[in-house]
Structure formats: structure tokens, C-alpha cells
């Protein structure tokens, strides 16, 4: 009995760092996640303190390994990404969140001092 508990704890503590990966971000207005809509972003949030914009390379997937497509090919055949990341000042003692939003939808939020 005792085996099958240490076993299954460290089942548990393996797949930790997998359920810890969705971010959020806490607002006056509500909680923005990922998967939200960019207008509910802006509705629960407000305006971002600054922006970016920017045309993402394309990825393919072939089985589990993620590739970049070549540039000359990227350009001329396959479309970017279109990317916009929204920096929002929590204010003092809080960090800044960077939203990245993709076709209009939250694809991730980070934490940190400085955007990169």
C-alpha cells in the first residue's frame, strides 16, 4: 500500500508542471485567460499602457518536433502571423503582464520587470 502512495505521488508531482501553465490576468473589470477574445481583454482590463504589433513566423508541425519554415518560402508562399502584445503596469508591487494575442484570441500571458 505504502508503494502504490509514493508512486502515486510522484505521477502527481510529474504532471505539476503541465496544470500550472495557463496564466491569468486579474483586472478591476474581471480575469482575463487565455482563450479570451481581444474585445473582452480590453472590456475587463482596459487600455494596455503600450503595444506591439508584428508578423509572427509560421510553424508546421511534423510529428512531436515543431519546425520554422525557411524564409524564402515563409514570405513568398505561406502567410505570417499576425501578433499583437499588450503591456499592462499593475502598478507598485505588482509585475507587468505581457499579453500575446493571436487572430484576435489570448494565446499567453507573462509575468516579468521588462518586456522582452
Same mark, same amino acid.
Given at each position: 500500500?505504502?508503494?502504490?502512495?509514493?508512486?502515486?505521488?510522484?505521477?502527481? *508531482?510529474? %504532471?505539476? =508542471?503541465?496544470?500550472?501553465?495557463?496564466?491569468? /490576468?486579474? !483586472?478591476?473589470?474581471?480575469?482575463?485567460?487565455?482563450? @479570451?477574445?481581444?474585445?473582452?481583454?480590453?472590456?475587463?482590463?482596459?487600455?494596455?499602457?503600450?503595444?506591439?504589433?508584428?508578423?509572427?513566423?509560421?510553424?508546421?508541425?511534423?510529428?512531436?518536433? *515543431?519546425? %520554422?519554415? =525557411?524564409?524564402?518560402?515563409?514570405?513568398?508562399? /505561406?502567410? !505570417?502571423?499576425?501578433?499583437?502584445?499588450?503591456?499592462? @503596469?499593475?502598478?507598485?508591487?505588482?509585475?507587468?503582464?505581457?499579453?500575446?494575442?493571436?487572430?484576435?484570441?489570448?494565446?499567453?500571458?507573462?509575468?516579468?520587470?521588462?518586456?522582452?
Amino acid at each position: 500500500m505504502h508503494a502504490w502512495f509514493r508512486a502515486g505521488l510522484l505521477v502527481a *508531482l510529474a %504532471l505539476l =508542471p503541465w496544470a500550472a501553465r495557463a496564466e491569468s /490576468l486579474r !483586472c478591476s473589470g474581471g480575469i482575463a485567460s487565455e482563450g @479570451d477574445s481581444r474585445l473582452s481583454v480590453v472590456y475587463k482590463c482596459g487600455q494596455p499602457m503600450m503595444r506591439d504589433s508584428y508578423c509572427a513566423p509560421v510553424y508546421f508541425s511534423q510529428s512531436r518536433n *515543431l519546425y %520554422l519554415v =525557411p524564409e524564402p518560402f515563409a514570405s513568398a508562399y /505561406l502567410p !505570417c502571423q499576425q501578433t499583437e502584445e499588450w503591456l499592462y @503596469d499593475r502598478g507598485p508591487g505588482n509585475l507587468v503582464a505581457t499579453v500575446r494575442i493571436r487572430s484576435g484570441v489570448v494565446q499567453s500571458i507573462v509575468y516579468g520587470r521588462q518586456p522582452r
